[in-house]
């Protein structure tokens, strides 16, 4: 059995000391067993006031707990590989997700050169900006055109 630090109080003792122990959930428990002995009309009466300040009480207490269970860690996985969709022609790459690495790769269908960094789960593709409308750019890649058809024919020819 608990012991009943108030089992010589009295009903208005009781009440004097519910008054001045309202925020006070310990001894609010002891008074609310003291209360469970009794069976006078006023001594329920307490006991529901009682049973109404420790609901409160014990709600608050609660809340800082529900706020730790909540508290949202992201768990940190990273997977194989991942799929890249090359922007010359839609097929789609493999890539293997190496944390804050630069890949220079290249798509296996069209050959489209593209870099893939991968960096705090996201996996960002820089990819080889389309040859722009300029006279000595196309020039020079036409140029180098001509030259690898000139050796492909000289190799045919050989
Ligand atoms: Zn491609």
């Not at 630090?5 to 122990?21: A, G, M, T, W």
């Not at 001594?43 to 109404?52: M, S």
């Not at 860690?73 to 997977?79: H, I």
């Amino acid at each position: 059995m608990a012991s009943r630090p108030y089992f010589r109080f009295d009903i208005e003792q009781l009440n004097d000391l519910v008054s001045k122990s309202r925020d006070d959930l310990k001894n609010l428990t002891l008074i609310q067993d003291e209360l469970k002995h009794r069976n006078r009309p006023k001594a329920r009466e307490l006991k529901k006031e009682v049973d109404t300040l420790i609901g409160a009480l014990s709600a608050e207490s609660t809340k800082p707990t529900d706020n730790t269970i909540n508290q949202y860690t992201p768990l940190q996985v990273t997977p194989d590989r991942m799929v890249i969709e090359c922007t010359q022609c839609k097929t789609a790459n493999f890539v293997s997700p190496l944390e804050s690495v630069v890949q220079h790769l290249s798509c296996s269908n069209c050959k489209v050169a593209y870099e893939a960094v991968y960096k705090h789960g996201i996996l960002r593709t820089q990819f080889q900006a389309l040859p722009q409308i300029n006279q000595s750019n196309s020039a020079a890649k036409w140029i180098t055109i001509a030259v690898i058809a000139l050796i492909a024919l000289i190799l045919i020819l050989k």
